[in-house]
């Protein structure tokens, strides 16, 4: 990847709090069945910075995805 490249991932991003979201409960679905979760905006930054990214933005869209962008460090 080069320096100016953009690391994209469309994923459901966990709101803060706990009023109800659909992403919340495809968690706990993911939870029991297959052992997958989704994540908070906070848990993707350290995922992020764990794989050597800086988490830049995070941009809701119509849907329960958002397009999580990150770049090298």
Same mark, same amino acid.
């Given at each position: 990847?080069?320096?100016?490249a953009k690391l994209l991932v469309i994923e459901m991003v966990i709101p803060p709090g706990n009023e109800a979201?659909?992403?919340?409960?495809?968690d706990l679905m993911m939870l029991v069945g297959p +052992? +997958?979760?989704?994540r908070t905006e906070a848990e993707y930054e350290a995922l992020f910075q764990a794989g050597g990214f800086k988490l830049t933005k995070v941009i809701p869209t119509q849907s329960p995805?958002?397009?999580?962008?990150?770049?090298?460090?």
């Open positions: 990847m080069t320096k100016t979201s659909y992403s919340k409960l495809l +052992g +997958g979760c989704d995805a958002s397009v999580i962008e990150g770049i090298p460090e």
